[in-house]
């Protein structure tokens, strides 16, 4: 690459216009904090439903005035019905999968941090990403209508008008009630098939396939963007592994949504257009035959959302090892333990979680040879998952560790990831899902390992990059505090689930008192309910504080945590064009700290070579600090 | 704050452990054939991942107790890794988890790997929002054929075919009955919408699929009565799909079945011993 010729500075200003520049912006750190702020609107609705949800199952029956008054369909005199309970499990898991663990990693932090820390000035297609954007929240706009079309008379009676079977509504839930994986035939009949699944789901199918066109936007976007924008010196193993997990989830992405986008049509085209791809014929639903349906198969749905499925958990949770790798690395002032080890590890899970998604579908009816198959594969994903695990711990070995609330989350994502994950071993078998399938067992998975961990995740990267982008410290205090009652109150909530799974317990009961073999259950089921509300109610300590250290927060500097990585070299918060028009040179790996010999126990990545690194400390597996002079 | 992070980490391991050892919420007892060998293979698995899970914890707390940053001018230590760590560890967690893995298809595989064994007694069973129905052959041990058409949710749930002649002796009851000590083979097919055939203390869960006719087999060798849940979620009222599996002694499963069902003889008889049976208790 010619250097001389770019040393020379050419600045872009920022636009003046409010609305280019705060709401249609172009600019990658606008967008990334529209995407933040869009999953911290929905990780609300998505909590307040979860609470809802624990408070019908500790107390069932229960008149609770406000819910009448605001669902007089749906909570009758105040006692959530059946189908609201559904609808409110399906919309939970509808608001965190897609509107919570798949924006904030990869739009919120990735496009923020992911630029910056390859030395590029913003994306690669800087209006792509306004779409993007703008297209993920239009499908937020309409999974919000389906809780009204369904939760509201008036408004359910404005979309009945569009279709009686595909659009009914004001069904008295908030949303469709087939929860977030939406199976085929229940969700493909419509309003026959019962209460939420008029406009409902098709509101839902909608907003998925609006979901899946902004999410592939951003994957090419982020693709393009981290193999051609690097700047000098930055090859792919100096990055930071932040970027390799930003990188591998949009590959993931860009594999993997279109295959739902293309599930959901064809579900939508089964409601509207009389087609049966997912409908098979001689269905008698409701008292009735079904007629003008035949030939479809309900388990070609699961494929193709599993399909899809199953590569989302790790959407949802390699930014967050990405972030855990990064902020580890910094606190305990130690390089990462195997750098290239971590990178093999990222990309081998990316891969594996490809062949996997039929370990969903043990039950199913599919073959059971290939349930075989996929069973094995599974549980070959534990190996390069392990393989993290003791990367992190081997990182935290010998080193000096600053308890910063951004790296009590980083452990506490360690913990969770690893008492989440674990169970895996057990539910990737198919001779224990006879037992476990759909259980609690599985609820239990699945929350701490992909919801929990990957939040972990999230909380690190908030308070570690908070700094950069609003130029104030979030208040450690409260952050402490925060880290704490959440630490404890997420095992306290998904631990017990366990136990529920060990009964037998199934998953989607809106209660459990129909049968004699859960009448063991109340007392556990009670204590969640508690841990639940006491760890939803400390959220609301770190929405202050991230809002009150926006204004009121100590001023941060350049690099408040004397870290290495470029976003560090910029001002907080960075300039429209990140580095002022100079293009930065990268001179060392990611991680250089307590380097023996150099002045200060952190090298900067672009702090020139007279700083030598002392290398040839034994066999390692080395991070490229070496390895790419120009 | 080090110490009191490990203290917290060791003090979740612990109680965490404590759930699982304590056995105070566990399995109900298994009634089936392969139950207790699913039942072990659960207790392999769980045990590879409370080590797994204990080491892991436990050396995170160690890591955070004794790394904690201190006032010397120390720095920490310089290493990028091991190579020969990273291979052992790989290694191992590889053997370790792929044994357990093939381990764990055992019990799967003598159940969906092999058809069901000639002496197996057939039932029908068709699911529907929200109810469960069983078709008994009758004394010609022949299941008569079925139409959607022929579906009356009163008197005909299952839609039996009664021009055909195997179907004059077949019985339509809301209750599983099956033998002791004999492999059953359900044929398994939904109405409407996919619904799950789950029994806990049977160790056995299936899927039932509209459009598809799914043949599964196992033999329960307790007798008792027992719950039957649906496991998939089939619409509103799901959480109260619920029927019973009823396992009765041979002689009077025989003695049952032998009945005539011209005058619903057949579902008196079976009511009777639905009646005799109770459920275990928890």
């Known amino acids: 690459m010619a250097e001389a010729s770019h040393d020379v500075a050419h600045r872009h200003e920022p636009p003046k216009s409010f609305i280019r520049k705060y709401i249609f912006s172009l600019d990658h750190k606008v967008i990334g904090i529209q995407y933040i702020l869009l999953a911290l609107s929905a990780v609300i609705v998505g909590m307040l439903m979860s609470v809802l949800m624990r408070m019908n199952l500790s107390w069932p029956g229960t008149h609770w005035p406000i819910m009448g008054t605001l669902f007089p369909t749906g909570a009758p005199g105040g006692v959530m019905s059946a189908e609201f309970y559904l609808s409110l499990v399906t919309m939970h898991g509808t608001m965190m999968v897609f509107f919570v663990l798949t924006t904030a990693p990869q739009g919120g932090f990735g496009n923020y941090i992911l630029p910056i820390q390859i030395g590029a000035e913003d994306m690669a297609f800087p209006f792509l990403n306004m779409m993007s ?95 051609n924008m690097r700047t000098r010196g930055m090859s792919l193993m100096r990055m930071p592994l932040t970027c390799w997990a930003w990188f591998t989830t949009a590959v993931l992405a860009l594999l993997s949504f279109p295959v739902l986008l293309g599930g959901g049509i064809l579900l939508l085209l089964d409601r509207i257009a009389g087609t049966s791809f997912f ?86 009816g599919m073959s059971p040879y290939s349930a075989v198959a996929f069973s094995i594969l599974t549980l070959s994903i534990g190996v390069p998952s392990a393989i993290k695990t003791f990367n992190w711990i081997g990182t935290l070995w010998g080193a000096k560790i600053r308890f910063t609330t951004p790296m009590l989350f980083a452990i506490g994502f360690v913990s969770v990831f690893v008492a989440g994950g674990i169970t895996g071993l057990v539910l990737g078998q198919t001779s224990l899902d006879f037992f476990f399938h759909d259980t609690y067992f599985v609820t239990a998975h699945f929350h701490l390992v992909m919801g929990v961990a990957s939040i972990f995740g999230m909380f690190a990267a908030t308070y570690f990059w908070f700094p950069k982008m609003f130029g104030r410290m979030m208040h450690e205090g409260m952050g402490k505090l925060h880290f704490w009652v959440t630490f404890v109150g997420v095992y306290a909530i998904f631990i017990p689930f366990h136990a529920m799974g060990m009964l037998g317990m199934p998953r989607r009961y809106s209660n459990f008192s129909e049968y004699e073999f859960l009448k063991n259950s109340h007392g556990l089921v009670l204590f969640v309910t508690v841990a639940a509300i006491v760890t939803v109610s400390i959220q609301l300590l770190f929405y202050f504080n991230f809002f009150w250290s926006m204004f009121k927060g100590k001023k941060a500097t350049d690099n408040p945590w004397e870290a290495t990585t ?51 400390l034994g066999e390692t597996s080395g991070n490229g600090g070496n390895g790419h002079k120009h | 704050m080090g110490r009191i992070l490990a203290i917290a980490i060791w003090f979740i391991t612990v109680a965490s452990l404590w759930m699982f050892l304590s056995h105070r919420w566990w399995f109900p007892e298994a009634i089936s054939e392969h139950g207790p060998r699913v039942d072990s293979q659960f207790a392999i698995t769980i045990l590879v991942c409370g080590i797994a899970f204990a080491a892991a914890q436990i050396g995170l707390g160690w890591t955070v107790w004794k790394y904690r940053d201190s006032a010397d001018k120390q720095r920490a230590t310089y290493s990028h890794g091991n190579n020969r760590l990273e291979v052992v560890w790989t290694i191992v967690t590889a053997v370790v988890f792929i044994s357990l893995a093939v381990m764990g298809q055992r019990v799967w595989a003598s159940l969906h790997l092999h058809a069901a064994p000639a002496n197996a007694y057939r039932i029908e069973v068709v699911a529907q929002q929200f109810d469960w129905n069983f078709h008994y052959p009758g004394k010609d041990n022949l299941l008569g054929r079925t139409k959607p058409e022929m579906i009356d949710d009163a008197t005909n749930p299952v839609g039996l075919d009664e021009a055909d002649p195997n179907a004059k ?45 799914i043949h599964v087999h196992f033999t329960a060798n307790k007798v008792g009565k027992y719950e039957l849940a649906c496991a998939e979620l089939c619409g509103m009222n799901h959480f109260k799909m619920k029927s019973y599996m009823l396992v009765l002694p041979e002689n009077e499963f025989d003695e049952l079945t032998a009945l005539p069902n011209d005058k619903g003889q057949f579902l008196t008889r079976k009511d009777q011993l639905l009646a005799k049976y109770p459920l275990p208790t928890y």
């Open chain 1, 279 to 364: 409908i098979p014929g001689g269905e008698y639903v409701s008292g009735a035959l079904i007629p003008n349906h035949a030939g479809g198969s309900p388990l070609l749905w699961q494929h193709l959302f599993w399909f899809f499925g199953h590569p989302e958990v790790y959407i949802a949770i390699l930014p967050g090892m990405g972030a855990t790798s990064h902020i580890l690395s910094t606190f305990a002032r130690k390089p990462i333990f195997g750098y290239r080890a971590m990178v093999f590890a990222i990309f081998a899970i990316g891969m594996l979680g490809f062949f996997v998604w039929g370990h969903h579908m043990f039950m199913s």
């Open chain 1, 566 to 616: 470029l976003e560090w070299t910029i001002p907080s918060p960075p300039p429209h064009d990140n580095f002022a028009g100079v293009v930065p040179t990268v001179y060392h790996g990611p991680y250089e700290f307590s380097v023996p010999g150099a002045p200060r126990d952190f090298i900067m990545q672009t702090e020139p070579e007279g700083v030598e690194v002392t290398a040839g």
């Open chain 2, 169 to 213: 002796d077949d019985a339509q009851v809301k209750t599983l009955v099956v033998p002791a000590n004999r492999p059953v083979e359900l044929i398994l097919e939904s109405k409407d919408v996919t619904h799950s055939f789950w029994v806990p203390q049977l160790r056995f869960k299936q899927d039932l699929v509209p459009g598809m006719a």
């Open chain 1, 133 to 227: 954007f703008w297209v993920t929240f239009v499908g937020f706009l309409v999974l919000l209508l389906a809780i009204f079309a369904e939760g509201n008379a008036t408004v359910g009676a404005w979309f009945t008008k569009l279709g009686e079977s595909a659009w009914a509504g004001g069904s008295g839930t908030v949303g469709s009630i087939g929860g977030w994986t939406q199976y085929a035939p229940l969700s493909a009949l419509g309003k026959v098939a019962g209460p939420g699944q008029g406009a409902g789901v098709t509101l839902w199918i909608i907003s998925i396939a609006i979901f899946c066109v902004g999410s592939l936007l951003g994957a090419l976007n982020f693709i393009t963007t981290l193999l």
